[in-house]
């Protein structure tokens, strides 16, 4: 079972960055299509930005276009989620994931985003 791990939240305040990384030991990420997701408590997880493998498309929901970009390191084996001018609203714990592990509801431990002053 491919098992991913974020790291790089933190605690930030309105309008900074920050860059999470998804990670994976033994398995070669390029191989797969990569997700971030985000989840609040007691709000349904949602998706934020997604790279495909095949082209390196990327898609971001409405709310953080323009502000975060996703991207891939092969040698490092990493995909990375880069935050910037981050508002309160996007405080939640981040994910990755591929679609296998959407689809049977297999997560990561996550990493916690906190966007205060």
């Known amino acids: 079972q491919l098992q991913l791990v974020e790291s790089g939240g933190g605690l930030v305040q309105p309008g900074g960055s920050l860059r999470l990384s998804c990670t994976a030991s033994?398995?070669?990420?390029?191989?797969?299509?990569i997700g971030w997701f985000r989840q609040v408590p007691g709000k349904e997880r949602e998706g934020v930005s997604c790279i495909r493998r095949s082209d390196g498309r990327t898609y971001y929901t409405n709310s953080v276009k323009g502000r975060f970009t996703i991207s891939r390191d092969n040698a490092k084996n990493t995909v990375y989620l880069q935050m910037n001018s981050l508002k309160p609203e996007d405080t939640a714990v981040y994910y990755c994931?591929?679609?296998?592990?959407?689809?049977?509801?297999?997560w990561g431990q996550g990493t916690q985003v906190t966007v205060s002053s």
């Open positions: 033994g398995y070669t990420l390029d191989y797969y299509d």
């Open positions: 994931n591929t679609p296998s592990g959407v689809k049977y509801d297999y």
